[in-house]
């Protein structure tokens, strides 16, 4: 995944790991609210970027309980979509 590690759910991809950061696929409703959490960004690795994934930078996923926040929401909505 753009030269990184990425995670498919039922074919779908759900998240991901690219240089330090967690990519996660939170879709297009949880998009905006998920930007405007601390230690997160646009998923913009290409000068474009991709609407409904946000990149989390290492201070946001520092304990447990953040990085299964993050991986939950992903999950639910990797799970929303049809299989492929």
């Known amino acids: 995944m753009c030269g990184g590690v990425g995670f ?3 074919g779908n991809m759900c ?4 240089k330090e950061f967690l990519i ?10 998920a930007l ?3 230690n997160v960004v646009e998923f913009d690795i290409t000068g474009r ?3 409904g994934w ?3 930078e290492p201070a946001g996923i520092e304990d447990d309980v953040e990085l299964k926040s993050w991986l939950q ?3 639910q909505f990797a799970r929303s979509l049809p299989p492929k």
């Open 36 to 38: 405007k959490q601390p």
């Open 8 to 10: 498919l759910l039922d």
């Open 73 to 75: 929401q992903a999950v």
């Open 15 to 18: 998240c991901g790991v690219w």
């Open 54 to 56: 946000v990149m989390v």
């Open 24 to 33: 996660l696929r939170v879709g297009p409703s949880a998009y905006e609210e």
């Open 49 to 51: 970027a991709m609407t």
